[in-house]
C-alpha cells in the first residue's frame, strides 16, 4: 500500500504564501517523477508544477516565477513553496508521484494524493 499525503493548504490573503507538503509513505522501492496538480471549481484538472528524481522542474506558465517546488529524496517528500498568492490560484492542489513499489511490477505506477484546498482572498 501507498499513501500520498498532503498537508499545508489553507486560507491566505492575495500577495500571501503557503507552502504545501506531500510525502510518500509505503512498501516504496523508488519515486521518480513528483508534482502537484490543482483543480478549480468547474475547471479541468491542470499540471502546476513538477520535479524529476534528478532535479529537473517543470512550471505552467501562470506560477513561473511565484511557486518553487522541492524535493526532499531521504523523505520521499514533496514541496510547493507558493509566493504572492492571487484569488486565481484558489484551488484543490493534489500531490502526484510515479513510484515502484518493492514486490510489485518493476515500472513506475502513478499515484495521487486526496488532495489539500487552497484559498487566496482578495
Known amino acids: 500500500q501507498v499513501q500520498l499525503e498532503e498537508s499545508g493548504g489553507g486560507l491566505v490573503q492575495a500577495g500571501g504564501s503557503l507552502t504545501l507538503a506531500c510525502a510518500a509513505s509505503?512498501?516504496?522501492?523508488?519515486?521518480?517523477?513528483m508534482g502537484w496538480y490543482r483543480q478549480a471549481p468547474g475547471k479541468q484538472r491542470e499540471l502546476v508544477a513538477s520535479i524529476a528524481n534528478s532535479g529537473s522542474t517543470n512550471y505552467a506558465d501562470s506560477v513561473k516565477g511565484r511557486f518553487t517546488i522541492s524535493r526532499d529524496n531521504t523523505k520521499n517528500t514533496v514541496y510547493l513553496q507558493m509566493n504572492s498568492l492571487k484569488p486565481e490560484d484558489t484551488a484543490v492542489y493534489y500531490c502526484n508521484a510515479d513510484l515502484i513499489v518493492w514486490n510489485g511490477p518493476p515500472r513506475d505506477i502513478n499515484y495521487w494524493g486526496q488532495g489539500t484546498q487552497v484559498t487566496v482572498s482578495s
Open positions: 509505503g512498501s516504496i522501492f523508488r519515486v521518480s517523477a
